[in-house]
Nanobody, 124 residues
Framework: QVQLVESGGGLVQAGGSLRLSCVAS????????LDWFRQAPGKEREFVAA????????VYADSVKGRFTISRVNAKNTVYLQMDSLKPEDTALYYC?????????????????WGQGTQVTVSS
């Protein structure tokens, strides 16, 4: 099993920044890629970003490319999502996810474990 614990959400004005953290634990954690998804009320859950443990390869949704940065510290089993130039449309519940891969496929069906979610609210 894989456990994911998220933190870092909050309320920020448009143009501001937040950094989300996700700490992973459990067996076979390096079997998985680590992803961020988000879901706004009345909307489907959507892919945001992914990172691989070994090479540190990254993939981003077009909607956040150039504004968000995903990174990891392997020794801490921790993944971060740095969010800059935030927009009101970024408002959502953000989830960390352990993904069975293949890397970068962006598929909900390959997610094995989810974090509890952390709320990001961007005001105008």
């Amino acid at each position: 099993q894989v456990q994911l614990v998220e933190s870092g959400g909050g309320l920020v004005q448009a143009g501001g920044s937040l950094r989300l953290s996700c700490v992973a634990s459990g067996r076979n954690i390096r079997t998985y890629n680590l992803d961020w998804f988000r879901q706004a009320p009345g909307k489907e859950r959507e892919f945001v970003a992914a990172i691989s443990w070994g090479a540190g390869r990254t993939v981003y949704a077009d909607s956040v490319k150039g504004r968000f940065t995903i990174s990891r510290v392997n020794a801490k089993n921790t993944v971060y999502l740095q969010m800059d130039s935030l927009k009101p449309e970024d408002t959502a519940l953000y989830y960390c996810a352990a993904d069975r891969g293949p890397f970068g496929d962006r598929l909900l069906s390959n997610v094995d474990s989810w974090g509890q979610g952390t709320q990001v609210t961007v005001s105008s």
